[in-house]
């Protein structure tokens, strides 16, 4: 008997087979121009000590559509909002934080906490992504983890 793990599928219906193009989401591109000027606003916010507002903004403009470089600029300006609520506050406000984001926002949060710890300064701070995902599971559920893998819209 054949190993049934190692069966091609794609070969039974090559006409369902999906292109690389046909999985790219339908969203406008994202320059990054426009992600300097939100890192701009988002660490003014940060210096005027409104850290939920600098969050929202942030993760309301994720560049889904857009270069390697610029995603990579807006997930260290992410981590630097994470770290900075992180130092400015106590480890159990974390969970009121995530509390005041929407369900986009919570999914978008989970999408950055798993790409930088794949980075070599989320590494570093393991602790502090950790201790995010922890408070944002705990308030959330696993919803936004389901979500995150099965989503086509990367960061």
Not at 36 to 62: N, Y
Not at 77 to 82: G, K, N, V
Not at 83 to 111: A, G, R
Request: charged content about 25%; glycine content about 4%.
């Amino acid at each position: 008997m054949e190993d049934w793990r190692r069966i091609d599928i794609d070969a039974y219906e090559p006409e369902n087979h999906l292109s690389k193009e046909e999985l790219i989401p339908d969203l406008p591109s994202t320059s990054q121009e426009e992600i300097v000027t939100i890192s701009k606003q988002v660490r003014s916010a940060l210096s005027s000590g409104q850290f939920i507002e600098a969050l929202q903004l942030a993760l309301d403009h994720a560049p889904y559509i857009a270069d390697e470089k610029t995603k990579t600029l807006h997930s260290e300006t992410i981590f630097e909002i994470l770290c900075s609520i992180k130092n400015n506050h106590n480890l159990n406000d974390l969970s009121s934080f995530v509390k005041k984001l929407d369900s986009s926002q919570q999914d978008t949060l989970v999408k950055y906490l798993y790409k930088t710890m794949d980075t070599s300064y989320g590494q570093k701070q393991g602790a502090l992504l950790l201790s995010w995902f922890e408070k944002t599971v705990e308030v959330t559920g696993l919803g936004p983890i389901v979500r995150f893998m099965s989503d086509r819209r990367t960061v």
